[in-house]
Nanobody, 126 residues
Framework: QVSLVESGGGLVQAGGSLRLSCVASGRTFSRLTMAWFRRAPGKEREFGAAITWLGGTDYADSVKGRFTISRDNAKNTVYLQMNGLKPEDTAVYYC????????????????????WGQGTQVTVSS
């Protein structure tokens, strides 16, 4: 079992930045594939970014070049640095995890991930 706790959300003006954090506990963090998803009001949950335990990354086209996912295995934490925020980035952001046998595996599919946090709200004003 893995417990995930997100933090760092808030209200920011368009063009601003936020850094989300997700602390994991319960399993060896360094063997978890981690990801960030988001759900905007009235929309389906969508993939944002993912990182393997060897540091390979993938991003949704909508955030590529603006968001950066990273991890600190010593702190059991994954981060999402969000720059150049737009009103359409407004959503609840969720951290997700899956124990992976390979350090090269990640996925943009929500059903790949077994563990989810409660989410943190990000609101971008225009």
């Amino acid at each position: 079992q893995v417990s995930l706790v997100e933090s760092g959300g808030g209200l920011v003006q368009a063009g601003g930045s936020l850094r989300l954090s997700c602390v994991a506990s319960g399993r060896t963090f360094s063997r978890l594939t981690m990801a960030w998803f988001r759900r905007a009001p009235g929309k389906e949950r969508e993939f944002g970014a993912a990182i393997t335990w060897l540091g390979g990354t993938d991003y949704a086209d909508s955030v590529k070049g603006r968001f950066t996912i990273s991890r600190d295995n010593a702190k059991n934490t994954v981060y999402l640095q969000m720059n150049g925020l737009k009103p359409e980035d407004t959503a609840v952001y969720y951290c997700a995890a899956r124990a992976a046998a390979s350090g090269w595996v990640l996925s943009s599919r929500a059903d790949y991930y077994a563990y989810w946090g409660q989410g943190t709200q990000v609101t971008v004003s225009s």
